[in-house]
């Protein structure tokens, strides 16, 4: 099997790299273009594509890789809302992904961004580097007896649940279905979980029910000087409504790992004196709110398991095995 594999970052290759010598029979094709309407042509003579969560896999893209009789994509991720699954059924192309790799390395960033944004970290940083050492401005607050609010405990939920238990931390959450594994956990109402909760970290996927379940009326609900994480989506959170809130003083900080605009302009059919620049770099002017750029996965250990379910779906095809869970529908 030969894979064109695109959008290829260094340590992508170096993993992949790692263990392909054990895949008799599977060639990898690296190159650094993502997949796009432009780039799909590049796969003729391929049997499959290597693609991410933030590749372009629209109808277009889709028809030019049936085209190049391409079969089958294999997602070194576990989203897939990029891909239009009718071209692909259409066509007769298999999907395949990876449901879970390590839930422990979003997790901890999760509580990073918590940690980082709450003592101020990055304040401190440039502040000491520019032999400042002065302490103003620098105040947090104590995890340690705090109630931390989780939405939604699947599998880097529940690791987010233990890493807040293991602060000493009370923790509530919120799902639509309750986790049997977290018997410490207390599971309430949205609304009681907002009212509650000093740390609120969202670990649910986005689906109609989730889009934008932090607006300016959950916002309302919260306490003030709460510290809000997203490591999940950035739709989870209307960032208009977020911006008014950081501006009303509600948040003691916010660290977010995704944001509504990493991918396209969302905001186009909105009105709002706040859209006057790019929201992301609006939320970057406010001295308590951390950005990092997706990378909550972004881990040794999380990138060996996506390499190696990856390499395994590839294999699992080849010899017509393939594990159902990980097959996109
Ligand atoms: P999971 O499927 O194991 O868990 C998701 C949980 O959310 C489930 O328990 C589900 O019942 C719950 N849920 C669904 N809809 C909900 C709603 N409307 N309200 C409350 N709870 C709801 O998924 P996971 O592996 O824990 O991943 C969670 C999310 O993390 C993913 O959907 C993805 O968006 C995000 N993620 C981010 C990164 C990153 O690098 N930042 C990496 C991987 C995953």
Redesign the pocket.
């Known amino acids: 099997m030969r894979i064109l594999f695109y959008d290829t970052k260094k340590y992508d290759k170096e993993s992949f790299d790692k263990i392909l010598p054990k895949y008799e029979g599977i060639e990898i094709e690296y190159v650094e273009a993502d997949i796009s309407e432009r780039t799909a042509k590049y796969s003729k003579g391929f049997d499959a594509v290597c693609a991410f969560v933030s590749s372009d896999l629209s109808k277009k893209v889709i028809e030019v890789l049936a085209e190049n009789n391409i079969k089958l994509i294999l997602m070194r ?3 897939f809302n990029n891909i239009d699954l009718k071209a692909c059924e259409k066509h007769g192309i298999t999907i395949l992904r990876v ?3 390590s ?1 422990e ?2 997790a901890e ?1 999760a509580m990073a961004l918590a940690l980082a944004c709450n003592r101020h970290i990055h304040k401190a940083y440039i502040k000491v580097r520019e032999n400042n050492f002065s302490l103003v401005g620098l105040k947090g607050f104590n995890f340690h007896q705090k109630t931390a609010g989780i ?9 987010m649940c233990r890493i807040c238990r293991g602060f000493g931390m009370r923790v509530i959450a ?4 309750q ?1 049997p594994e977290l018997d410490f956990v207390e599971y309430v109402e ?1 609304d009681k979980l907002l009212e509650e909760s000093d740390l609120i970290s969202l ?5 109609d ?2 889009y934008h ?1 932090i607006n300016s009326k959950s916002i309302k609900k919260m306490k003030d000087n709460v510290v809000l994480v997203n ?3 950035g739709a989870l959170i209307d960032t208009v409504d977020l911006i008014k809130g950081i501006r009303d003083h509600k948040f003691q900080s916010v660290g977010l ?2 944001y509504e605009e990493e991918t396209e302009n969302v905001f186009e059919n909105r009105e709002d004196d706040i859209l006057e620049t790019s929201v992301t770099s609006r939320l970057l002017s406010f001295p308590n709110v951390i950005i990092t750029s ?5 881990t040794e250990e ?1 990138l060996d398991a996506i390499c190696y379910t990856t390499m395994e779906n590839a294999k699992a095809y080849m010899k017509g095995d393939i594990i159902e869970n990980n097959i996109v529908k």
């Open positions: 991720c576990s989203g449901p879970g790799y839930p390395a979003v960033h939405i939604g405990t699947g599998k880097i939920g529940a690791a919120y799902d639509i279905y986790n949205l670990h649910c996927p986005l689906t029910d989730s379940i490591t999940s989506r790992d995704v997706h990378q909550a996965f972004l999380a």
